[in-house]
């Protein structure tokens, strides 16, 4: 543990591509945080071992596991304070984030989305569906967005995004490929501008 870097955890549910471009960021010196907490939504995610490779501590947290969403917010800000975690990013994490940990948290929990928001955010909007509406759209350009968490899905402001070209030979896959290249990029990047303080909060 280093007592002087700010202390990171990583919201998942499934590959972890994102949390391991953070945790290599960590490595590089480029994202100067540590990764001390990866939470994810389901109990089999790829990204939970590589978390576990990295001897980063992990845990599984089911909303629909308690009695109320409120117990799951309150349970869940708890674990985070237990650990002195300072920021929160969601990387692919696809249960509702608890009100409780939103307002606990403000202005330093960031989501990274695989579209150009405000375009193709809200609900439903994730994964395949994101990349599909893209194309169906005619868009010339995609690309990650990165932003600050509120109560509503998708909404908080966007801090950074990216943009990439759409093909007109694109799939849902390679525009999906091409759009999480850079994420990797970006998601690092941004995190480290916002615990350095770069961006005008709320
Ligand atoms: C990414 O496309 C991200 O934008 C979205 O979920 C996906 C997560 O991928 N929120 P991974 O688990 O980080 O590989």
New binding site residues.
């Given amino acids: 543990m280093d007592d002087n870097k700010p202390r990171i955890a990583v919201l998942?549910?499934?590959?972890?591509?994102?949390?391991q471009a953070l945790i290599d960021a960590t490595k590089a010196g480029i994202l100067k945080a540590e990764i001390a907490l990866v939470v994810s939504s389901k109990g089999k995610a790829y990204?939970l071992e590589r978390a576990a490779a990295e001897d980063i501590e992990t845990m599984v947290f089911k909303n629909k596991k308690y009695p109320s969403p409120e117990e799951a917010g309150r349970d869940l800000v708890a674990k985070l304070r237990e650990r002195r975690i300072d920021y929160i990013a969601?990387?692919?994490f696809l249960s509702l984030l608890p009100v409780a940990v939103v307002r606990a948290f403000r202005n330093h929990i960031v989501?990274?989305?695989?579209a150009l928001l405000p375009k193709y955010g809200g609900k439903g909007m994730?994964?395949r569906h994101v990349h599909e509406a893209v194309l169906a759209s005619g868009d010339k350009e995609s690309g990650?967005s990165v932003h600050l968490v509120d109560e509503i899905y998708d909404n908080g402001k966007v801090l950074e995004q990216a943009k990439v070209p759409v093909r007109s030979d694109d799939t849902p896959d390679t525009l999906?490929a091409r759009?999480?290249e850079q994420?990797h990029k970006l998601y690092p990047r941004v995190m480290q501008k916002l615990i350095n303080g770069e961006y005008a909060l709320d």
């Fill in positions: 998942i549910s499934g590959a972890g591509s994102n949390l990204g969601l990387a692919g989501n990274i989305h695989p994730y994964g990650p999906a759009v999480l994420e």
